[in-house]
């Protein structure tokens, strides 16, 4: 096994159980338990985890993994996700993109729609798409597509999603409208509505759903009928709930009767 799928598989173990001993870990993935202790300082080093005697268990209380540990988190599901919402947006809308994972496959399935991909517009025409996002890794993939419109918005850098949040990004949010609102979160209840682990993200999530005429959540179903430390908004303020075939019926059930259009995929 790979030091990297060490990382992922001891941070999964981490945010699933909030710790982890040395001599489980160890076990589980059939390493020594030297390499264990290794690995978790290396993790500690980077501000994943905080290490104990023993140990070490999840750095704060809203525990997140950095969005390079989280790539291969329900990969398939997110990448189904991501072409699903790609269709719910049309050829000359402005678009807004939270950050996440889930939302860099929407931003690639975007990226290679045909009828985004063969816009014919003419230099200095209307572009095939204009999409605004406060995600710097999703701004450096589309940026080099010349049918997209790229709009980044200021702020200061989370290095844990990519994500720009402040004062500055919301300056930006105030001055302008969206067609479509994509956000991408950390949980999604049916009853209290759209979380992300922080308030930063939070506010600019919020912002986004605010400016916007319709708004997209793009969750994978391990993030229903969960919550997180800061809410976004509530169900009254989402359009569609985009996810898997993880959905329960009776989640279904319970996002239609508060409004929401669910696209299980």
């Known amino acids: 096994m790979s030091r990297e799928a060490r990382w992922n598989a001891l941070l999964e173990l981490v945010g699933r159980n909030g710790r982890v001993e040395v001599e489980d870990a160890a076990a589980a993935l059939d390493v020594s338990a030297a390499t264990i202790r290794r690995d978790l300082d290396q993790l500690a080093e980077q501000q994943l985890l905080t290490r104990t005697r023993g140990g070490a268990v999840a750095h704060g209380v809203g525990y997140e993994l950095a969005l390079r540990y989280k790539t291969g988190r329900h990969a398939p599901e997110k990448q189904a996700i991501g072409r699903a919402v790609s269709e719910l947006v049309a050829v000359g809308e402005v678009v807004g ?24 517009s003419a230099p200095g025409g209307q572009p095939a798409l204009t999409v605004v996002t406060n995600a710097l890794n999703i701004a450096n993939e589309l940026v080099i597509r010349p049918q997209i419109k790229i709009v980044v918005t200021g702020g200061v850098a989370r290095p844990q999603s990519y994500e720009l949040t402040g004062p500055l990004a919301s300056g930006v949010l105030g001055e302008i409208t969206l067609d479509v609102a994509v956000l991408g979160v950390n949980a999604i209840d049916t009853e209290r509505g759209a979380y992300v682990h ?35 908004c509530d169900l009254g303020q989402v359009d569609f709930l985009v996810t898997d075939k993880g959905i329960t019926p009776e989640a279904a059930a319970r996002f239609a009767e508060a409004g929401v259009t669910v696209v299980a995929v």
Request: proline residues 0%; hydrophobic residues 40%.
């Open 198 to 232: 922080h308030e930063g993200e939070a506010s600019i999530n919020r912002l986004l759903a605010q400016q916007a005429q319709r708004v997209v959540v793009a969750a994978d179903s391990s993030k229903i009928g969960k919550r997180a430390f800061a809410r976004v």
């Open 97 to 120: 993109l939270t950050g996440g994972t889930t939302l860099t496959e929407v931003a690639r399935s975007l990226a290679v729609r045909s009828d985004v991909v063969g816009d014919t």
